[in-house]
């Protein structure tokens, strides 16, 4: 059953991709500033909302795995984790190339771009956290806290273009930018592409967590006889 | 009131206990020392750059020093499994973490106020025009760091690595408090009162204490029993 949804989403996925990429590179023109380096939006917007929602999902599984002590939820925790730090790289790094062409710098120690790495240097230490704890309790239950407190520091990540004077533009498809109705419907597209995959991800990586959880039992059994 | 009665409890057991043999205490004010001795070898800051770096430099000090008295907060119950004593005993775990959450308040809030004349002589700054709006700042901050090395060192005392993890969970989690400390800092060093341009990131830094402590009182059972 899982199976056959992680191929049918993937399909789904793949066709979007295709046709998002087709759209972004054949028929959308140039922006009128920008020119063409513009088209990393299409990447970089999708790519941190995606990151966004999947440590939303790992705050709700870890505050769920703290009420019913059900290890799925925690095995929910890490596979999203883990799928939404490849995101947010995916963000850092499509921001900085799109920075480097069209501020001439890499990187700036700008609010927005600042919080975005403070996340993703949170969540790499959760990943850590995680490693350094054997015994599969403690490791679910501290791990849990640990993520809930990262989570909390997620809002200011949003909130921060509005709260701080900020070199990152404003935002252009929500909240008072205006862009050409073709490039927000390929943007938003993307959008569901770039969430698609990174469920097939989370889904996969899920099946990795319970199979290794499996393992260990099997091995502390065999340990046992 | 039992509430106030219990953390006060443990807050008393905690200074009393770090009083008697003054180790974190001692380590954390010669660290903050070392620190504001190297900074200036470091940079070699004119009157006017050292003002335009004094926040960033009395945080970074602040927050390194208080790591040390942090993280022992609760390693120190370890040995004699005083931990399982505190946690069996007929107290909240919300009580418990006020309680040494005051008690490494206090003792980080002492060393701060040793190194903060110091810094001012050292690179002869004068620090205290708005002194009691620079004294509000420095609660609040150290109050969000106490809250978040309280709870760390809560959240790693029986992991593997715990010297190497807690550092380095706690201060991507202080960023946020730790700017704007900073900031406040040095606009008030720099003769700017609070208030006006400022004043959002006095509002952040309450924001960071008060979400941080109610976090903080939900979840500390739940880390220490499960």
Redesign the interface.
């Known amino acids: 059953m899982r199976e056959k949804l992680i191929y049918s989403l993937g399909v789904i996925a793949a066709v979007l991709l295709a046709r998002d990429l087709y759209s972004i590179f054949m028929q959308l023109p140039d922006e009128a500033s920008q020119g063409m380096i513009y088209r990393i939006i299409f990447f970089h917007v999708p790519a941190a909302i995606t990151a966004m929602a999947c440590s939303a999902v790992a705050c709700v599984a870890s505050i769920l795995f703290?009420v019913t002590k059900n290890f799925k939820h925690d095995a929910i925790a890490v596979a999203s984790t883990e799928v939404g730090l490849a995101f947010l790289a995916a963000n850092l790094v499509t921001g900085s190339i799109w920075g480097r062409i069209i501020w001439g710098i890499w990187w700036t120690w700008d609010a927005r771009l600042?919080?975005a790495l403070?996340c993703w240097?949170?969540y790499a230490?959760y990943l850590?956290?995680r490693r350094?704890?054997?015994e599969p309790?403690?490791r679910a239950?501290?791990s849990a806290?640990?993520n809930?407190?990262?989570f909390?520091?997620v809002p200011?990540v949003i909130f921060s273009i509005k709260?701080?004077r900020t070199q990152h533009p404003q935002p252009v498809f929500w909240g008072g930018g205006s862009i050409d109705p073709a490039m927000y419907l390929t943007a938003l597209l993307n959008l569901v592409a770039l969430i698609l995959l990174g469920v097939i991800l989370t889904l996969i990586r899920l099946r990795q967590e319970e199979v290794q959880r499996e393992i260990d039992s099997i091995r502390r059994y065999a340990h046992a006889v | 009131m039992d509430f106030f009665r219990e953390m006060w409890v443990i807050t008393r057991k905690d200074l009393r206990a770090e009083l008697r043999t003054k180790e974190a205490i001692n380590a954390s004010l010669a660290f903050s020392l070392v620190i504001l001795v190297l900074f200036s070898f470091a940079f070699d800051p004119t009157e006017k750059e050292t003002v335009s770096m004094s926040g960033g430099l009395l945080w970074i000090v602040f927050a390194f020093a208080g790591t040390l008295v942090l993280n022992r907060s609760f390693a120190r119950e370890v040995p004699n499994d005083c931990l399982d004593a505190l946690v069996a005993a007929p107290i909240s775990g919300a009580a418990l973490f006020m309680g040494k959450a005051l008690a490494n308040f206090l003792l980080v809030l002492a060393v701060e106020l040793v190194s903060l004349p110091v810094f001012g002589i050292f690179y002869n700054v004068h620090w205290t025009s708005h002194f009691w709006s620079l004294m509000l700042v420095l609660a609040l901050g150290t109050w969000g760091l106490t809250v978040i090395g309280t709870i760390f060192s809560a959240l790693t005392v029986n992991i593997r690595l715990r010297e190497l993890m807690a550092p380095l969970l706690v201060y991507p989690m202080l960023i946020p408090a730790l700017m704007s400390a900073m900031q406040l800092s040095m606009d008030l060093i720099a003769g700017k009162p609070l208030g006006g341009e400022n004043q959002i990131w006095l509002r952040l830094l309450v924001a960071f204490d008060v979400i941080f402590t109610a976090l903080s009182l939900v979840l500390l059972e739940t880390v220490l029993v499960g």
């Open positions: 703290l600042t919080s403070v240097l949170l230490g850590m956290l350094a704890i054997e309790a403690a239950r501290i806290v640990f809930i407190f990262a909390a520091d200011i709260w701080w």
